[in-house]
Each structure stands twice: as C-alpha cells, then as structure tokens.
C-alpha cells in the first residue's frame, strides 16, 4: 500500500501562507483521486480540495479562490498552496487518494478504500 507523509503546516497570522505537500511512497499517477481533508477540534472531517487522475480540480466552497491544489506526478507529491489564511482554516490537514470506486469520496468524507496520511497541523492565529 502506498504510504502518504503530510508536511508543511505550521503556525501562520491571519492573511498569511502556507504550503502543504503529501509525499507518497510510491506513484501517484495510479490514484484516482487526490485530495485534502481537514477537520479542527470537534467536527467532522471537511474535504478542502480534490484532483482527480485525468486533472479535474474541485474545491470545498469556504476555500474557493484562496487555495490551489495541484501535482507533481515526476516527484509524487500532491501540494495544496493555501492563502489568505483565516482563524477558520485552523485545523489538522491530511491527504488522501484511493484507486477509484469510492462512494461520496470528495468533498466526502470517504469512509472506506482510501489511503490516509497522517496529517500535518495548520494554526491561524487571529
């Protein structure tokens, strides 16, 4: 199984940038999808943006125009360029793909056949 290690986050003022990446262990050019997920304290796991394997983009509605998901299929890693951050965007972030065939996958959150990382935290300090 491919294994997917988050990094990037960090803590950022309100307004400010942040660069994820989501390294996997093998090619990504065999995913189905590709996404970020996200949840803060408290609530469910919210989808943030998604690619999908011929490069169909979507975005989560509170992220539209803000952040930029995009690949690398050389380097198989998935980015999620994230600007103008805001006190809502506080949360840990993971990423996700599957082979395709997942229900609800995104904005989801998918509950089966998905590989997960392990998440990267992103605090917005206001």
């Known amino acids: 199984q491919v294994q997917l290690v988050e990094s990037g986050g960090g803590s950022v003022q309100a307004g400010g940038s942040l660069t994820l990446s989501c390294r996997a262990s093998?090619?990504?050019?065999?995913?189905?999808?590709m996404a970020w997920f996200r949840q803060a304290p408290g609530k469910e796991r919210q989808g943030v943006a998604a690619?999908?394997?011929?490069?169909?983009?979507k975005y989560g509605d509170s992220v539209k125009g803000r952040f930029t998901i995009s690949r690398d299929l050389a380097k198989n890693i998935l980015y999620l360029q994230m600007n103008n951050l805001q006190s809502e965007d506080t949360a840990v972030y993971y990423c996700a793909a599957d082979y395709g065939g997942v229900p609800g996958f995104f904005p989801g959150p998918p509950r089966i056949g998905v590989n997960w990382g392990q998440g990267t935290q992103v605090t917005v300090s206001s």
């Open positions: 690619i999908e394997k011929a490069g169909t983009i």
């Open positions: 093998g090619s990504i050019a065999m995913f189905w999808h």
